[in-house]
C-alpha cells in the first residue's frame, strides 16, 4: 500500500506487488480497521452522588453510557471490587440498573444498604468510572421532634428549635408551626410581623412579653423519603424574665463560635442568640477573605436582618466567609463568630475532551470544574488512578500505552464530580514483530554461521544483536547487515566466518521502534570444550535484584555453578542458582552481597573453564524532610532551612531549587552554606514576595536521588503588576481596562467610580449588561458618555494598607444628534425658531441645509442662525420672522467634529385652520340615532383632529345644543341618543391643532318611535300570605315612554336559579301617577322569588326594571324534627334530643321548637298535654312524675305556625320510693286480734314489691314490731295481743329503690266485742266495657257480720250478670255502659254496722258521631264532625273514611277539637260516600251513617256543530277548543268515522288533547259521514254524533241525503193493523219477558236482609237491554272503545299495551260488536273459535319453578295472560295517580292438570262445569300490601270478574321475584262473579320506577278504588262465566313499556306516559252495578274469603252465602270494567 511506503517513488513497485502481498494487506487490515466512527464510552445518564430510600419504597439506580462498540457496564464498590447479586436486597438487571427491592427492617444490610457504589463503562479504548453514589437505605423507624422550654428576658427576640432525633435528621425538616390556638405559622417572606419561620426551620419571635409566656407552639415536620408529616411530640414554651437591673449581653460558650454550611440558592440564617436588658443593638460584619479586617454586611433585599438574625436569600458561593456578631447595649456587649460556607454542586469538564496525538509528541488535558468547595482533584486513566492531583495533566512524549479514557474527578466532603476524554494515537502504529527467526542449532567448529531475523512493524523497526546479553559489533569475524523488503518488513542478518568453539552462547536479535521493542533468542552450540567469557564489573542498587547469567560456550556442558569465596552458592536464602548458569540474588546489601563471583562450567570429561563476577552495591541517597514553619512569614523576614542527607554513597550532589528553578548562591538574597558533605543550609536574610514558593532539596549519586520538598508562605502585600491609567475611548466601543496586582494572600480587586465628575467619593459599580469585572479587568461594551468618569481601581489582601489607583475615562464622541428626524409645526404668519443641539467633542461646526440646498441667511433677511456652546456639544438655531406656506419644507442641519460628523432633519410644516365640511347627507335613521356622511374639507395643512357634530331640539336654539366628537379621519358618524319621535336639526364643524372651520350648513330629521326605554319605577313587591306576592309600581319616566304605553309584563321566577321568567301581561293604567298592581299566586311557601317588569308600546317591549326579591309569608315546617329521642335521667326529669328537619321543609326560619309531653295514659286528653319552648335541639323537661310512661312530640316553629309533629316517642322515668299508703285502718277483730287494712299510696312511683306492717304498744317503752306483707296483699293481721291494751300501727310501702313514707298511725285495742266494721275503703273502679268488674268489702265482727249491697240506692238482687262472692265483693261480669254508677256495701251485726261507697267508671269506645256536609268544590269536601252526645269516655280523635264511587276506602285521622275537616285531591264531578267513627283509648267506635255527595263538576257539554266542524274535500278539521268542559278539566277524545251506510265505526284516535286542533284525513270527496266525538274529562264523558258531507273536487258542496217522509198517527195506526200477525208475538214475548225480570229481581232481594245496602244490580246479558233514558245509568257505564281496529299508539311510549286488539279467526265476529245506544240490545256478541296448541311461549315472568308454559292459545285472544306470571296492574283514573298500582301473580294453569270441577278461589254455584270461562285456567292472585291496616268498617274484600275479550294490559313491570303474596281477607267480604263482558279492562301501564314500591301512598288509594272497600288487603280477578267448558290458556303478558318522564301530559304529573284505549288515559268507566255495602251486623252471616274459598273446595257454601254474594256482585253489564 502506498501509505505504508517511505518514498513516494516506490509506488510503482508497490503497486506491481500488490497480488503479491494481497494477502498480508488484508490481515493488515484486519489487525488495524479503520476506527473514525469508534470512540471509548461516554455517559449518557451518570447516577446522582447520593441515593436516599425508604426499605419500604426501594431505589432503582440507572447508568447510561454509549460508545463504539457498546461498553458494558459493572457496579463496582468504592474500592473498585465488582459488586453481584445479593437475593431480595441488591441485583444488577439486564439493563445496567442497579436495583434495591423494597426489604424488611430486620434484613437491613450495611455493606448493601450503606456502601459507596460507582458505575464503571467500559469497552476495548478504555474504562470510566462514575462519580462516587452514596447509597443510603433508611429503615421506617418512629421519631419523634421535642421543643425544648427556652429562657428569655422580657423584650429580646426567642428562638424556638424543633430538635429532631440524629438518626432521621438527614430527612425529616420542619414543614410549619402550629400555635395552642390552631394557627399555623408556615415559612413567609413578611420580616416585619411577630413570628417568623426560619429558613432552617425555627421559630423566631420578635420582642417577647410576659403575655407570650403563657403560649405553647408545637413544630410539624415531614419525612421526605416517606412523605410522613407529624407534630412534635412535646410543645414548646418561653419563660420570660424580668430582669431586676440592667443586664450585660450573653452568649452560651457553645454559641460563641459556628460553622455553617448551606448549599446555594436556598435560604439561611445565622444565629446570634444573646440577651440583655435594655435590648442590646446587633450588628452583623464580615471578614475580607485571608485578613483580619472586616466591613458591615449591607443590608437588602437579598440580605435581612430579624433582630439577631441573619437571614440570606438565595445564597450565592459569594456569600461564604468568617462572619462577627457584635452585640452592644448600655451595659456591655459581646460577639459571635460564624463560618459560613455555601456549597455548589460541583461538575468538572475536561478540554478537549478527544485529541488525536502522534507518538511522541505532548498532550494536555485541561480539568475546568466549578462548584464550592474543591477539597481535591485527582486523576485516572481507564478506571485506575495515576496519582496527578494538578488541573492540568501533561504527557510529555505520548506512548501507545498512554491511549485510553482519562477522567478529572473533583471532591469534597459531600459529593464529586468527574469527566472524562479520550486520548487516540495518531497516524497508523504497529510496534515490532519478529516474523521470521533463527532456531536453536548445534555444530562442529570450523564452518560460517548464518543467522537471520525478520522483523515487521510501523514505523519500520531496527533490529540489533546480541551474544549473552553483550551486543555485537562487526569485526572480522562477526558480520551484521539488513535490508527492508517489499512489503516493509526488515531482513536482518549474522554472519559468523569460521565458527569457534567460543563463538556459542544465546543469541539474540531485538527489533526496535519508537512505538515498541520485540525480541528472539535461540542457542547457538559449538562443540567444544568449555569457555567463559569475560564478565564485565557489575553495578547495582542496594534493595535491588541481581540477575546474572554466567556467558558459557563449549558443548556439550555438563554443569554451570556459581561460587564465592570457593564456596559454591546457594549459601544465603537471597541467593538462587538455575542450572542454565544464571544467579539470582534479591534484595541486594553491600555488607552482604558486594562480592567478587565465579563462574565454573564443567563437562563430562572433568574439563571446566572459569570466569569472575565483580559485583559492587551502591546505596542512594535519603533526605529529610525540612520545613520553613506553620505560619506564614512576612516580608523582610528571615527564613532558614536545612537539607539533611543521612544515607548515600559519597559523592553525593546536593541541590536546591524553587519552584523548580535552581537556586544559585548569592542571587536574589539566598545563602547556600555546605556544612558539611551530607548538610547544606539555605538562608534568606530578607524575605520578599519572590522568595514565596515550594522550595526542593534534591541529593544525588551514582546510585540514584531523592529530594523533599517544603513550601515557603511569604504574607506579600499587594503590588501592581498592571497598574491602570487615564483611557480615551470611541464612543460605542467596547473599552477594556486592566487592573492587575500581585501579593500573598491574593489581592482581591475591585473597581468603583466617582460620584459625580470629580474624584473622591466613590460607589460600587452596579452589575449592569454592558459592564463586568473579570479578574480585575474592567469591561465596559458599547461604551457612551454617560459611563465617562473617574474610576478607582483597589487590590487588597490584607496585608498592609492596599493598593488604590485612580484613572480618568474619557469618551471621544463624534457629533451626534439625539433626535435624527422630527415634525415642528408653526402657524401660518407666525414667527418660528428651529433648532438644532449637537453633542460630541468640541469645536463642532453646524450648516444648515433647506430641501437639501445650502441656506444662506444673506439671501432671505427671513431667515437668521446663532449658535450656542453647550457643555456637552453645540446648540444652533434657525429663526424664521413670518412663515410663509413655502416654509412648509424638509430642513437639514449637519455637525462635523475632528472625530466623524451627523446629521438631523426638521420637517418644517405652516399650518392653518380647516375649511368648513361641506355634502352633510342623512345615511340612515332610528329611534335613538341617525348616520350621517360629508365630504372632507381642506384640512389647513393639519390633520383633522376631530369633526364636532352639532345637534339640537328644532324648538331649541343654536345656544343649546348637544355635541358628538367624531375622529378626524372619518367622513360617516352616528349620532346616537336621541330620543325617538322627535325632530332635530344638525350640522357639522371641522377641527385641527389650529382650530374650528366654519359651521356647516344644517339638516333636519325625525327619529322613529321605538319601544318604552325607561324602566318602571317604584317597585315594591310585599308578601300577602304564604303563597301570594302583590307587586306595585308605578310608570317609568315619560320622556322614556318613546310612544304611548299599552301595558306590562310581569316576569317573576325562583331565586337564585337559572330558570326563566313567567311573565303576566297587565294593561296600562292612564290615570295620571296611578299605582299599578298585581298578584302572583300559587307561589311556594317561604321561598325568594325574583319580579321583574317591562313597560312595552305598539313597537315592543322596554328594558327589564331591576330584579326585586322577596320572599312569601313564612310556611310552617312541612317536616317533623328527625331523629328524635329521649333519654331518662332521673325519676322524674327526661332528656329529649332531635335534628332540626331538612333547610328545604322548613318553609321558614325555624325559631323554636315545642316539645309536646304528656304521661301516655293522657295522651289523647290534649288539655293535660305540657309544651315546653327551646331554641336548641335537646332538652331537659323536669317536674315529671315518677315512674310514669311519658309520650313526647317535637314540632318546629316558624313565624308561619307550628310544623309537622314528630312521631311520637316514649320514655319512662326512674322509680322512686313511694308515698305513704293512703289511708289505714285497723278494726278488732277478737280479744287479742286486730286486723290492720290500707290503701296504696296514690303514688307508688314503682312498683310496689311489699308493705311493712309496725305495730307498737302504747305507754311502754317496748320495741316496734314489723311484719312484711306481699304487695298484693291489703290488710294484715295481728295477732297475740294483750286484751284491753291499745295498740298504735302504721303501714309502709315499698319499691325497688327503697322504703317509702310511713302512714298515718292508728290506734286499736283488742277487745272481746267486735263491732261488725269493713276493712275495706270508699273507691274508684274503672272497668273496661265488656269486661268483668269485682269490687270489694271486706267486713268482720263478731256475731259474723250481714253484708248487703245497693247499687244506686237500689237493694242488689243477684242475677246472670251481677252475683255476691263469699268474701263479700260484688262480681259483675261483661260490664256495659249502664253498669256505671255508685255501688254501697253495708255490713252489719248486733253491735254495729258499717258501710262503704264504691263508684264504678265504665270506659266504652265511642258511639256513632254525627258527620255533616259543610261545603263542596270541584276537588274537596269540608265535613263537619260531633261526637255522640251519649260517649263519657275522652274522646281522643276521629278516623274519616271516604271513597269514590268505584273506588277504595282511604282514611284521613282527625283531631277531636278538629270542627271541620277538608277531604282534599278529590275527583272532579265524582260522588262519594263519607262516614268517620271515633276512637278513645279503649279501641274504634261505631261508624256513623254514611254520606252520599258529589265534587262540583260536570261532564264535557256539546258544542255547537259550526264551530267545531270544518270540512273540506278529503278531511275534516275538528276544533277541540269548541267544547266546554263542565268545571272538570279535559283530558282526550276518541274520534270515531264512519261512512254513512256502514255499519262499524273506524276509530281514528284514542287520545287527541284538548287543547289541538285535529285534521281527520283520507277521506273520499262528496261523500256523507258519520263522526262520533267522545269527550272525556273526570265527571265522566260526552258522546256527540254529527253528521257532514265533503265537498267536491271542486270545492262545491252535496245535496242534502234523502230523508223518509213523516208518517202521521193515522198512518202509523193502518200499518200497524196491517201487521198484527208480526206485532201480537213480539208484545206478548215483550210481557213474559219484563214479568220474569221483575220476579228474578223479588227473589233475589230477599237474600240481602239490611236496609241500608245499596245495590247496582243491572243484569246485562245477552238478552239485557240498556235504557237509554237513563243517563246516569250511562255515566255508570262508561264507555269501551271498539275493537275491530288496531289503536295508534300514545304519544311518548315505545309499546302500547292496548294496541293489541284480539281477532277472531274466520269472520266469527258479529257486525253488532261496537255499542251504540240506538241500536240492538244484544251488545256484544260473543267470539268463539276452537283453541290452538301454541308452542315456545316461555314464562318469562314465572314464580314457581316448573310453572306450565302457556301452550295453548285461543283465537282472537293472543295476548291474554301465562299462569304464575306477575303482573301490575293500574286502573279507574290511574294516570291521576299511578302510585296505586297493584301487583299480582296469576295461579297456575290448570287445563288438564287438576281434575277438579273448578279451580281454588273461582266462586261457583256448586255444580257448575270446571271452567267458567275460556281463560279460566289462569287467575291472578294478589301481592300483598306492605303496610296492613286494619279493615274498617263495612270494608269488603271484592273479587271482580274482568272480561274475557279484550286483554286485560297490565302492568308491564318485571316480576319482583322477591316479594311474599299474601292475601288478608276482611270480614265481611265477598266474592263477585258473574257473566263478563266482551272487553277486558283497558288499564294503565304503570311506570318502571311505580312498579314496585306503590302501596296505599297517594291521594286514591289502591287503583281503582273507586271498585270494593279499602279494607280488602288484596284483589283477584276471577274468570268471568262465560263459555263454561272451554278451557283456554293465557298467553304471556306484553312486553315491559318504558316509562318516559318527559310525557307529561296532565296536571304535570310525572305519571302520565300511559297507554289509552279510550280509558288507557284516564279511565272513568265502563261502569257497572257495584256493591256498596254496610258491615252486616250478624256475624253468623259473615265468612271470610278464606273460609269461603275452603267451603268451596270442599262444595259446602251454603245457599246462603252464595246468595249472598250473588246478590251482591252477580250480573255485570257488558261495560263492567274491573279493577285488581
Known amino acids: 500500500m502506498a501509505y505504508m511506503m517511505p518514498n513516494e517513488r516506490l509506488k510503482w513497485l508497490t503497486l506491481c506487488a500488490a497480488v503479491a502481498v494481497l494477502a498480508t494487506v488484508s490481515s493488515t487490515l484486519a489487525a488495524n480497521p479503520p476506527d473514525a466512527d469508534q470512540k471509548g464510552p461516554v455517559f449518557l445518564k451518570e447516577p446522582t452522588n447520593r441515593i436516599d430510600f425508604s426499605n419500604s419504597t426501594g431505589a432503582e439506580i440507572e447508568c447510561k453510557s454509549s460508545g463504539n462498540p457498546m461498553p458494558e457496564i459493572i457496579w463496582v464498590r468504592s474500592d473498585g471490587t465488582a459488586v453481584g447479586d445479593v437475593p431480595g436486597l441488591r441485583q444488577i438487571s439486564s439493563d445496567g440498573k442497579l436495583v434495591f427491592p423494597p426489604f424488611r427492617a430486620e434484613d437491613y444490610r450495611q455493606e448493601v444498604h450503606a456502601q459507596v457504589y460507582a458505575c464503571l463503562a467500559r469497552n476495548q479504548f478504555g474504562s470510566i468510572i462514575s462519580r462516587d453514589v452514596h447509597v443510603r437505605a433508611v429503615v421506617n423507624q418512629f421519631y419523634e421532634a421535642e421543643i425544648m422550654t427556652e429562657y428569655v428576658i422580657k423584650g429580646n427576640a426567642a428562638v424556638l428549635k424543633c430538635s429532631i432525633p440524629s438518626f432521621v435528621a438527614d430527612f425529616v425538616r420542619v414543614e410549619s408551626w402550629i400555635d395552642e390556638e390552631g394557627n399555623v405559622l408556615s415559612f413567609s417572606d413578611n420580616y416585619d410581623g411577630k413570628y417568623l419561620v426560619l429558613p432552617s426551620g425555627e421559630l423566631h419571635i420578635r420582642e417577647v412579653g410576659p403575655e407570650d409566656g403563657y403560649k405553647s407552639y408545637q413544630c410539624r415536620t415531614k419525612h421526605r423519603l416517606t412523605g410522613e408529616t407529624r407534630l412534635s411530640a412535646t410543645k414548646g414554651r418561653l419563660v420570660i424574665t424580668e430582669p431586676v437591673g440592667s443586664v450585660a449581653p450573653k452568649v452560651d460558650m457553645h454559641d460563641k463560635m459556628d460553622f455553617a454550611i448551606k448549599s446555594s440558592n436556598t435560604s439561611l440564617n445565622l444565629f446570634c442568640k444573646a ?51 457584635v452585640v452592644n447595649n448600655s451595659v456591655g456587649g459581646e460577639s459571635v463568630e460564624t463560618v ?57 512524549s505520548v506512548k501507545k500505552e498512554d491511549k485510553g479514557m482519562y477522567q478529572c474527578f473533583v471532591r469534597n466532603d459531600q459529593e464529586s464530580a468527574e469527566a472524562s476524554a479520550e486520548l487516540k494515537l495518531g497516524g497508523r502504529f504497529d510496534p515490532p514483530v519478529i516474523r521470521q527467526a533463527f532456531q536453536e542449532e548445534t555444530m562442529e567448529p570450523g564452518p560460517s554461521v548464518f543467522l537471520k531475523c525478520v522483523a515487521g512493524g510501523n514505523p519500520t523497526p531496527e533490529i540489533s544483536w546480541e551474544l549473552d546479553g553483550k551486543k555485537i559489533a562487526n569485526n572480522d569475524r562477526y558480520q551484521v547487515g539488513q535490508y527492508v523488503t517489499v512489503n516493509g518488513d526488515v531482513v536482518s542478518y549474522l554472519n559468523i566466518t569460521s565458527v569457534h568453539a567460543n563463538d556459542g552462547g544465546l543469541y539474540k536479535c531485538i527489533a526496535k521502534s519508537k512505538v515498541g521493542v520485540a525480541e528472539h533468542s535461540a542457542k547457538l552450540n559449538v562443540y567444544g570444550l568449555p569457555y567463559i567469557r569475560q564478565m564485565e564489573k557489575k553495578a547495582i542498587v542496594a534493595g535491588e535484584t541481581l540477575i546474572v547469567t554466567c ?85 523582610g523576614d528571615i527564613a532558614s532551612a536545612n537539607c539533611v542527607v543521612p544515607k548515600g554513597d559519597s559523592p553525593l550532589d546536593i541541590r536546591w531549587s524553587l519552584n523548580s528553578a535552581p537556586i544559585i548562591n548569592g542571587e536574589n538574597g539566598f545563602n547556600l552554606v555546605r556544612w558539611n558533605q551530607r548538610t547544606s543550609m539555605l538562608n534568606i536574610d530578607s524575605l520578599n514576595a519572590f522568595h514565596r514558593g515550594v522550595y526542593r532539596c534534591t541529593a544525588s549519586n551514582e546510585a540514584g536521588s531523592s529530594e523533599s520538598v517544603a513550601e515557603l508562605q511569604v504574607n506579600v502585600p499587594p503590588r501592581w503588576i498592571l497598574e491602570p491609567t487615564d483611557k480615551a475611548f470611541a464612543q460605542g466601543s467596547d473599552a477594556k481596562v486592566e487592573c492587575k496586582a500581585d501579593g500573598f494572600p491574593k489581592p482581591q480587586v475591585t473597581w468603583k467610580k466617582a460620584v459625580g465628575d470629580t474624584p473622591g467619593e466613590y460607589k460600587d459599580l452596579k452589575k449592569s449588561d454592558n459592564i463586568r469585572v473579570e479578574e480585575g479587568t474592567l469591561h465596559i461594551d458599547n461604551i457612551q458618555k454617560t459611563n465617562e468618569g473617574y474610576y478607582l481601581c483597589e487590590a487588597i489582601n490584607g496585608i498592609g494598607s492596599g493598593l488604590s489607583a485612580v484613572i480618568m475615562v474619557s469618551v471621544q464622541a463624534p457629533p451626534e444628534f439625539t433626535e435624527k428626524l422630527r415634525n415642528q409645526t408653526a402657524r401660518r404668519g407666525e414667527p418660528a425658531v428651529l433648532q438644532c443641539e449637537a453633542k460630541g467633542e468640541k469645536p463642532i461646526g453646524i450648516l444648515w441645509n433647506m430641501n437639501n440646498m445650502r441656506l444662506d441667511p444673506k439671501n432671505d433677511n427671513r431667515y437668521t442662525i446663532r449658535e450656542e456652546i453647550l457643555s456637552a456639544g453645540v446648540m444652533s438655531s434657525l429663526s424664521i420672522k413670518r412663515t410663509e406656506r413655502s416654509d412648509s419644507a424638509l430642513f437639514t442641519c449637519v455637525a462635523t467634529n475632528a472625530f466623524g460628523s451627523d446629521d438631523a432633519s426638521i420637517n418644517m410644516i405652516v399650518q392653518e385652520v380647516p375649511e368648513m365640511p361641506y355634502a352633510l347627507k342623512v345615511l340612515d335613521k332610528s329611534g ?114 318613546n310612544g304611548e304605553i299599552l301595558g306590562y309584563y310581569v316576569g317573576y321566577k325562583l331565586s337564585n336559579t337559572n330558570s326563566s321568567y313567567i311573565f303576566e301581561t297587565i294593561n296600562f293604567i292612564t290615570e295620571e301617577g296611578k299605582e299599578h298592581s298585581l298578584e302572583l299566586n300559587n307561589l311556594r311557601v317561604y321561598t325568594q322569588y325574583s319580579v321583574v317588569i317591562q313597560a312595552f308600546n305598539k313597537i315592543g317591549a322596554g328594558p327589564l326594571s331591576d330584579e326585586e326579591k322577596q320572599f312569601t309569608a313564612e310556611g310552617t315546617p312541612s317536616q317533623p324534627p328527625s331523629d328524635t329521642a329521649c333519654t331518662t335521667l332521673t325519676s322524674q326529669t327526661i332528656r329529649v334530643s332531635w335534628v332540626s328537619p331538612p333547610l328545604e321543609s322548613a318553609n321558614g326560619v325555624i325559631k323554636t321548637y315545642k316539645v309536646v309531653y304528656a304521661p301516655s295514659e293522657e295522651w289523647y286528653d290534649e288539655t293535660k298535654r305540657h309544651y315546653k319552648k327551646t331554641a336548641s335541639s335537646d332538652t331537659v323537661l323536669h317536674g315529671l312524675k315518677k315512674y310514669t310512661n311519658y309520650t313526647m312530640q317535637v314540632l318546629a316553629t316558624t313565624a308561619g305556625g307550628d310544623g309537622v309533629r314528630s312521631v311520637p316517642i316514649h320514655c319512662q322515668t326512674e322509680p322512686d320510693v313511694p308515698e305513704a299508703p293512703t289511708d289505714v285502718k285497723a278494726l278488732v277483730m277478737g280479744n287479742a286480734a286486730i286486723l290492720v287494712s290500707w290503701r296504696p299510696p296514690a303514688q307508688p312511683n314503682g312498683i310496689i314489691t311489699q308493705y311493712t306492717v309496725y305495730s307498737k304498744a302504747e305507754g311502754a317503752e317496748t320495741e316496734t314490731k314489723t311484719q312484711k306483707v306481699p304487695h298484693y296483699q291489703m290488710s294484715f293481721e295481728a295477732t297475740e295481743l294483750e286484751k284491753n291494751k291499745p295498740y298504735e300501727f302504721w303501714v309502709t310501702a315499698s319499691t325497688t329503690i327503697g322504703e317509702g313514707q310511713q302512714s298515718k298511725s292508728i290506734v286499736a285495742m283488742p277487745s272481746d266485742q267486735v263491732p261488725a266494721k269493713i276493712a275495706s275503703f270508699d273507691d274508684t273502679f274503672t272497668a273496661t266495657f265488656k269486661e268483668d268488674a269485682k269490687m270489694p268489702c271486706l267486713a268482720v265482727g263478731a256475731p259474723q257480720p250481714e253484708i248487703t249491697w245497693k247499687i244506686k240506692g237500689v237493694d242488689f238482687s243477684a242475677n246472670d250478670r251481677m252475683r255476691l262472692l263469699p268474701d263479700g265483693s260484688l262480681l259483675i261480669k261483661s260490664v256495659n255502659r249502664q253498669d256505671a254508677g255508685d255501688y254501697s256495701c253495708h255490713a252489719e251485726n248486733s253491735i254495729a254496722k258499717d258501710s262503704i261507697t264504691h263508684k264504678l267508671i265504665v270506659l266504652a269506645p265511642p258511639q256513632s258521631p254525627h258527620v255533616t256536609l259543610s261545603a263542596t268544590t270541584t276537588d274537596a269536601l269540608t265535613v263537619r264532625l260531633k261526637p255522640h252526645e251519649g260517649d263519657t269516655a275522652p274522646l281522643h280523635g276521629y278516623t274519616l273514611h271516604y271513597k269514590p264511587e268505584f273506588g277504595e276506602w282511604e282514611t284521613a285521622e282527625v283531631s277531636v277539637e278538629s270542627q271541620k275537616h277538608n277531604i282534599e285531591n278529590l275527583l272532579c264531578g265524582s260522588r262519594y260516600q263519607v262516614y268517620a267513627t271515633g276512637f278513645n283509648n279503649i279501641g274504634a267506635g261505631e261508624a256513623s251513617d254514611i254520606l252520599n255527595t258529589r265534587t262540583k263538576g260536570q261532564k264535557p257539554k256539546l258544542p255547537e256543530k259550526p264551530r267545531f266542524i270544518e270540512v273540506s274535500s278529503n278531511s275534516v278539521s275538528l276544533h277541540f277548543k ?107 214475548a215483550l210481557l213474559v219477558i219484563i214479568i220474569a225480570i221483575i220476579v228474578i229481581c223479588i227473589l233475589r232481594s230477599k237474600g240481602n236482609h239490611h236496609k241500608d245496602d245499596v245495590v247496582y244490580n243491572q243484569t246485562m246479558g245477552p238478552g239485557a237491554t240498556l235504557d237509554k233514558r237513563r243517563p246516569d245509568l250511562r255515566d255508570e257505564l262508561g264507555y269501551i272503545a271498539p275493537p275491530n281496529r288496531k289503536l295508534p299508539p300514545v304519544p311518548g311510549s315505545n309499546y302500547n299495551t292496548c294496541d293489541r286488539i284480539k281477532r277472531g279467526r274466520g269472520g266469527l265476529r258479529s257486525n253488532h260488536s261496537t255499542w251504540d245506544p240506538r241500536r240492538n240490545p244484544n251488545l256484544y256478541e260473543e267470539l268463539k273459535a276452537p283453541p290452538v296448541p301454541m308452542h315456545g311461549i316461555g314464562n318469562h315472568y314465572g314464580h314457581a319453578h316448573g310453572a306450565p308454559e302457556c301452550q295453548y292459545r285461543h283465537p282472537g285472544m293472543e295476548d291474554e295472560i301465562c299462569p304464575y306470571a306477575t303482573f301490575h296492574l293500574l286502573g279507574f283514573r290511574e294516570e291521576m295517580d299511578p302510585t296505586k298500582a297493584m301487583n299480582f301473580q296469576t295461579f297456575p294453569h290448570q287445563n288438564g292438570h287438576t281434575p277438579v270441577p273448578g279451580h281454588a278461589g273461582t266462586m261457583l254455584p256448586p255444580g257448575h262445569p270446571g271452567h267458567v270461562h275460556s281463560r279460566s285456567g289462569s287467575q291472578s292472585m294478589p301481592r300483598a300490601n306492605r303496610y296492613q291496616r286494619k279493615n274498617s268498617q263495612g270494608g269488603q274484600s271484592s273479587i271482580y270478574t274482568p272480561a274475557p275479550e279484550y286483554d286485560d294490559p297490565a302492568n308491564c313491570a318485571e316480576e319482583d321475584q322477591y316479594r311474599r303474596y299474601t292475601r288478608v281477607n276482611s270480614q265481611g267480604g265477598s266474592l263477585y262473579s258473574g257473566p263478563g263482558p266482551e272487553y277486558d279492562d283497558p288499564a294503565n301501564c304503570a311506570p318502571e320506577e311505580d312498579q314496585y314500591g306503590s302501596q296505599y301512598g297517594g291521594p286514591y288509594g289502591q287503583p281503582y278504588d273507586h271498585y270494593g272497600s279499602r279494607g280488602s288487603m288484596g284483589r283477584r280477578s276471577i274468570g268471568s262465566a262465560r263459555n263454561p267448558g272451554n278451557g283456554s290458556p293465557e298467553p304471556p303478558p306484553p312486553p315491559p313499556r318504558n316509562h318516559d318522564m318527559s310525557n307529561s301530559s296532565f296536571n304535570d304529573s310525572k305519571e302520565s306516559n300511559e297507554i289509552s284505549e279510550a280509558e288507557c288515559d284516564r279511565d272513568h268507566g265502563p261502569r257497572g252495578n ?44 257488558a261495560y263492567d270494567t274491573m279493577a285488581v
Not at 601 to 615: F, H, M, P
Not at 971 to 981: I, R
Open 551 to 635: 556467558p558459557v560456550a563449549g558443548y556439550p556442558i555438563d554443569s554451570i555453578v556459581w561460587e564465592r569465596d570457593n564456596r559454591p552458592l546457594p549459601i544465603n536464602r537471597k541467593q538462587k542458582v538455575f542450572p542454565n548458569g544464571t544467579l539470582i540474588i534479591e534484595n541486594v546489601e553491600r555488607n552482604s552481597d558486594q562480592a567478587t563471583y565465579t563462574c565454573v562450567a564443567k563437562n563430562q570429561e572433568g574439563y571446566s573453564a572459569r570466569g569472575s563476577l565483580e559485583v559492587q552495591v551502591m546505596v542512594p541517597p535519603q533526605v529529610l524532610p525540612f520545613s520553613f514553619g506553620e505560619a506564614a512569614a512576612d516580608v
Open 275 to 325: 440577651q440583655g436588658y435594655p435590648m442590646p443593638a446587633f450588628r452583623w460584619y464580615k471578614f475580607i477573605e485571608g485578613t483580619t479586617r472586616k466591613q458591615a454586611v449591607v443590608l437588602n433585599d437579598r440580605v435581612k436582618q430579624v433582630s439577631g438574625t441573619l437571614i440570606i436569600k438565595d445564597a450565592v458561593v459569594e456569600d461564604s466567609g468568617k462572619y462577627l456578631c
Open 928 to 1041: 335613538r340615532s341617525v348616520q350621517l356622511s360629508w365630504a372632507q374639507p381642506y384640512d389647513g395643512n393639519s390633520p383633522l383632529n376631530r369633526y364636532i357634530i352639532e345637534f339640537k331640539r328644532s324648538r331649541a336654539s343654536w345656544d343649546e345644543i348637544d355635541r358628538v366628537m367624531v375622529p378626524g379621519h372619518t367622513t360617516e358618524a352616528q349620532v346616537q341618543k336621541l330620543s325617538p319621535a322627535t325632530t332635530y336639526n344638525i350640522r357639522i364643524v371641522a377641527e385641527n391643532e389650529i382650530g374650528s372651520s366654519q359651521s356647516s350648513e344644517a339638516v333636519t330629521i325625525i327619529t322613529a318611535e321605538e319601544a318604552p326605554s325607561g324602566k318602571p319605577q317604584n317597585i315594591k313587591v310585599d308578601p300577602v300570605n304564604q303563597t301570594t306576592l302583590r307587586v306595585m309600581w308605578k310608570p317609568p319616566p315619560r320622556s322614556d315612554w
Open 1970 to 2013: 257495584y256493591g256498596a255495602v254496610k258491615r252486616s251486623p250478624q256475624p253468623k252471616d259473615q265468612r271470610t274469603t278464606e273460609e269461603m274459598r275452603k267451603l268451596i273446595e270442599r262444595n259446602e257454601a251454603g245457599p246462603k252465602q252464595l246468595q249472598l254474594q250473588q246478590t251482591n256482585g252477580a250480573g255485570f253489564t
Open 1522 to 1628: 269548541a267544547w266546554k268542559d263542565g268545571g272538570c278539566p279535559m283530558s282526550h277524545f276518541v274520534v270515531e268515522s264512519k261512512k254513512r251506510d256502514q255499519l262499524e265505526w273506524n276509530q281514528i284516535s284514542n287520545n287527541v288533547k284538548p287543547d289541538n286542533n285535529y285534521v281527520v284525513l283520507d277521506l273520499e270527496p262528496a261523500t256523507w259521514y258519520n263522526l262520533r266525538i267522545t269527550a272525556h274529562n273526570s265527571a265522566g264523558f260526552t258522546v256527540a254524533e254529527y253528521d257532514f258531507a265533503t265537498l267536491t273536487v271542486t270545492g262545491g258542496t252535496i245535496a242534502p241525503s234523502r230523508d223518509l217522509p213523516e208518517l202521521s198517527a193515522e198512518d202509523t195506526i193502518r200499518i200497524i193493523l196491517s201487521n198484527l200477525n208480526l206485532v201480537v208475538p213480539v208484545v206478548a
Open 340 to 396: 459560613l460556607t455555601v456549597t455548589a454542586p460541583l461538575s468538572a469538564k475536561i478540554d478537549p475532551p478527544t485529541q488525536t496525538i502522534d507518538f511522541g509528541r505532548p498532550a494536555v488535558f485541561t480539568c475546568q470544574y466549578t462548584g464550592n468547595p474543591i477539597k481535591t482533584v485527582s486523576w485516572m486513566k481507564d478506571g485506575k488512578a495515576i496519582g496527578h492531583s494538578e488541573p492540568v495533566l501533561r504527557i510529555e
